[in-house]
């Protein structure tokens, strides 16, 4: 091995011993090995990362309830793909944490099965781009045996996986498509984007009777904040303001919020006052709470990271539309990852996704287009 | 034999011990540099290597011809440069370069090679499976000889698309060859913990297919075994499979910190090095010296290091460019339509 080899690979064994309580584990592609070695990742003290409050959701669901477990594809001995699950079979053992082989349609599907039969499994797909080989499972089944079977059949049963882009690994790991599960009734698709719905909106999930999908954006696992003081169940019910404004509204959900909270903050140096709604639930959506925003800024940018055509954003506008039209004083505006495979090279990948500049020039269309 | 003229030469009277060779160590040689250029953040996104398993790829792409087709994983440096993917088109692709073998779209884990039926580098598992298998449709639907090779991993046997793909081939008695690298761990999960039965060979054979386990880290063995089956499947006998016994010293990605084997295992298995294995058994037969060896490896180092100057200096792809190759470009790029029921030559995209 060569002497950078072997520093790069030492650097991330030590960084990933040291992260059962630290972010920045190699696990996760946004932080690369050769990059880890401040396993702090310049998080504050008194904070907690997103990977954290997730591990940590996980682990108190596991002690206040016997029906649940976690099962997925190296989530045991591996630690999760994303390092969320690391020490919890040490903790739990392989009863609780089970890994599963490379077949994501038997272990969905055995969730369902779990599920129907009164456990509480929360079942892990290492990304949205494998849970299509278990697309079958979640849609013809998981989101319709209530339906179909008369009202007999529940399936609570929580899965959660990575979505997004970012880290350079090209189209079979870096699509949204959390859009597709969005349109299916029966579902329930949450996106937390802070560190505080990480650590709460599992639990509700798991009390929710029905099948919830939890999406967790690749970029996000490093990310810190305070750990909330209320670890409790939060209202998933909700869109939430996270930024307060009055000259626009910019909707978004999950691994972009961050980047529309950074154009909100450049708008505003030029006096533009956006808000910002963080939609948290995808399905159903918050009409109420975007609704309400429209009506004070009349004005609205939707970003996502997901395709334009067809996508999310496509089923905000239309809503808005119906709903507010003559609230608003000029066009939708929608800021959306390119219609295109997500490509290798970092360049075009970055010029693929939408990030705070385009948000920025979003909301300055909106803006000045006066209706 | 007396050791004269080009090494090359005196490879072949080898049996291509030579070539098995130098194949070897280019896929080692630059795996190690992909390392560096990893850690000094010049390559990025997943990089999963191949050091250690050099003999299958080395052993099995020997035995196909240039009509014959690969479709490969998202660990196929090895693969690709097997096949005959030049060095410089591959570094060029994980430097997201223009002249990178898949225009710096793809990255280390989607490489392509039109020209030499290299049909991916595929990052879903189980994923080149089912494409294998269309290959080999096609190929049997116009009556031609030739031969469809798809590597995958252990892990890959636990995916359905396995199941539904070695049944389908072995229903229509299809020219497909299935080459399954069993390097023993899938990410962290090992053999005995995602299979309830690990023999694979019997596994594959119990749907009606010609299975073998060969051992993966003796190329001489790879290679036979390899071009017995490939020959059998090109004579219409049918979808074969080769379980290749195997190992992966490094971790499975630059992001695996490796936790879940002991070095000692690790140890035990660079024991049997195939490329110490293979220039150990050169020596005893007088086909190789130290200064061959010391020659070819300056030979190696050169091409790579020459790949890697060709990639710094290549160009971006213009970002105007971004939306690029998502439809065809011309009208009829897809080939014009052939005559239905005539066998023939292919005709090349
Ligand atoms: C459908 C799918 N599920 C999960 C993954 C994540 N993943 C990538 S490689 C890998 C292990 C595959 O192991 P194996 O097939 O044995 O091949 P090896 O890596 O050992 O060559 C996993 C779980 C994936 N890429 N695709």
């Given at each position: 091995m060569s002497e950078p080899a072997r520093t790069a690979a030492k650097r991330a064994r030590r960084t990933r011993a040291g992260t059962s309580g630290t972010s920045g584990s190699p696990g996760n592609p946004g932080n690369p090995a050769g990059k880890a070695a401040d396993g702090r990742s310049g998080k504050a003290p008194g904070t907690i990362t997103y990977r954290e409050a997730m591990r940590e959701a996980i682990a108190e669901a596991i002690e206040r309830d016997e029906r649940v477990f976690l099962m997925g594809e190296d989530v045991g001995r591996y630690g999760g793909c994303f390092a969320v699950s690391l020490g919890l079979l040490e903790r739990f053992g392989p009863e609780r944490i089970r890994d599963t082989p490379l077949s994501e349609a038997a272990f969905v599907g055995a969730g369902i099965g779990a599920a129907l039969a009164g456990m509480r499994p929360i079942v892990e797909i290492m990304t949205v781009n494998f849970s299509l080989l278990a697309l079958d499972q979640i849609v013809n089944n998981a989101a319709t045996l209530r339906h179909m079977s008369g009202g007999q059949f529940g399936v609570p049963l929580v899965i959660r996986m990575t979505t997004g882009a970012g880290r350079q690994l090209a189209a079979q790991h870096s699509h949204s498509l959390e859009g597709w599960y969005a349109h299916v009734p029966g579902l329930r698709i949450l996106a937390p984007a802070t560190v505080e719905d990480a650590r709460g909106m599992l639990w509700t999930a798991l009390e929710d009777p029905d099948p919830v999908l939890l999406f967790e954006h690749g970029s996000l696992y490093n990310a810190s904040g305070e750990p909330p003081a209320a670890a409790g169940p939060v209202d998933i019910d909700r869109a939430a303001v996270r930024r307060p404004g009055r000259d626009v509204t910019l909707i978004t959900y999950g691994g972009t919020l961050p980047g529309t909270l950074a154009a909100a903050g450049r708008l505003a140096e030029d006096g533009i006052e956006a808000e910002v709604v963080d939609l948290r639930t995808l399905r159903p959506l918050d009409d109420e709470t975007i609704m309400a925003s429209v009506r004070r800024t009349h004005r609205v940018v939707i970003v996502d990271e997901a395709w334009r055509s067809g996508g999310l954003a496509a089923e905000v506008s239309a809503r808005v539309t119906e709903q507010a039209f003559y609230d608003l004083d000029a066009p939708v505006e929608r800021v959306c990852g390119a219609e295109v495979p997500t490509p290798y090279a970092a360049h075009l990948e970055r010029a693929a996704l939408p990030g705070p500049d385009d948000i920025a020039a979003g909301a300055r269309r909106a803006v000045r287009n006066d209706a | 034999m007396t050791a004269t003229g080009r090494p090359a030469e005196r490879g072949e009277a080898g049996g291509g011990q030579w070539e098995l060779l130098r194949g070897m160590l280019l896929i080692r040689r630059f795996e190690e540099r992909c390392v560096e250029l990893y850690s000094a953040a010049k390559i990025r996104g997943f990089l999963h290597l191949y050091i250690g398993e050099e003999a299958v790829a080395a052993g099995t792409l020997r035995a196909l011809t240039a009509e014959d087709a690969v479709v490969s994983t998202y660990r196929e440096h090895g693969h690709a440069l097997a096949r005959g993917v030049p060095a410089e088109a591959i570094?060029?692709?994980?430097?997201?370069?223009?002249?990178?073998?898949?225009?710096?779209?793809?990255?280390?884990?989607?490489?392509?090679?039109?020209?030499?039926?290299?049909?991916?580098?595929?990052?879903?598992?189980?994923?080149?499976?089912?494409?294998?298998?269309?290959?080999?449709?096609?190929?049997?639907?116009?009556?031609?000889?030739?031969?469809?090779?798809?590597?995958?991993?252990?892990?890959?046997?636990?995916?359905?698309?396995f199941h539904e793909c070695v049944n389908l081939a072995a229903?229509?008695?299809?020219?497909?060859?299935?080459?399954?690298?069993?390097?023993?761990?899938?990410?962290?999960?090992?053999?005995?913990?995602?299979?309830?039965?690990?023999?694979?060979?019997?596994?594959?054979?119990?749907?009606?297919?010609?299975?073998?386990?060969?051992?993966?880290?003796?190329?001489?063995?790879?290679?036979?075994?390899?071009?017995?089956?490939?020959?059998?499947?090109?004579?219409?006998?049918?979808?074969?499979?080769?379980?290749?016994?195997?190992?992966r010293y490094r971790a499975h990605s630059m992001y695996d910190p490796d936790l879940y084997r002991g070095k000692a295992e690790i140890e035990e298995w660079k024991k049997r090095d195939p490329i110490d294995g293979l220039v150990a058994r050169m020596r005893a037969g007088g086909r190789i010296t130290d200064a061959d060896l010391e020659s070819l490896e300056k030979e190696i180092a050169a091409e790579i290091d020459a790949a890697i100057r060709s990639a710094e200096d290549a160009p971006l792809e213009p970002v105007e460019d971004l939306t690029r190759f998502v439809y065809a470009e011309k009208a009829g790029e897809a080939g014009k339509p052939g005559k239905p029921g005539k066998a023939g030559k292919a005709v090349r995209s």
């Open positions: - | 570094m060029a692709e994980m430097y997201g370069r223009a002249t990178g073998c898949s225009g710096g779209r793809g990255g280390s884990m989607h490489l392509f090679d039109a020209a030499r039926r290299f049909y991916g580098g595929h990052a879903i598992v189980g994923g080149g499976l089912p494409v294998a298998v269309g290959l080999a449709l096609a190929d049997r639907m116009r009556g031609l000889d030739r031969v469809t090779a798809c590597v995958f991993g252990d892990g890959a046997m636990a995916e359905g698309a229903l229509w008695r299809l020219p497909v060859l299935f080459v399954c690298e069993n390097n023993r761990y899938a990410m962290g999960t090992a053999l005995a913990r995602e299979h309830a039965q690990t023999d694979l060979a019997l596994r594959a054979s119990s749907y009606g297919v010609a299975s073998w386990a060969v051992d993966g880290m003796d190329v001489l063995a790879v290679e036979a075994a390899a071009r017995r089956a490939a020959e059998a499947v090109r004579w219409g006998g049918g979808p074969h499979f080769l379980e290749m016994r195997t190992y």
